[in-house]
């Protein structure tokens, strides 16, 4: 009976040298994945903060746009493409080129 309670107690240490062994190597994988994870989610947050900043661009491109097709409606603009484009002035107008 003495035999037996030392090949027992035997067993229960190499039982539980194995299992021990057996968490640490989850624990090093898990450590592993759980950096592995943070550095993603780092570059996500990077990302999605440059995704941001193009949204904000594009918004004020858009307002840009709009402000344009509404100054190209008025007569201002009519009268700047006329002298601009077409080289049209008023009457009483004097215009002076340069040589360059």
Do not use: P
Request: proline share 0%; with cysteine.
């Amino acid at each position: 009976m003495a035999r037996k309670k030392k090949r027992r107690k035997r067993g229960n240490k190499k039982g539980m040298l194995c299992i021990s062994a057996i968490v640490a190597v989850l624990l090093v994988s898990l450590s592993v994945q759980s950096n592995s994870l943070k550095e993603k989610n780092a570059d996500y947050a990077a990302q999605e903060e440059s995704l941001r900043q193009q949204i904000e661009d594009e918004k004020q491109r858009s307002d840009d746009i709009a402000a344009m097709k509404d100054y190209m409606k008025t007569d201002e603009y009519a009268e700047e493409v006329a002298k601009d484009k077409l080289g049209l002035v008023y009457k009483d107008e004097i215009l002076f080129k340069s040589e360059d």
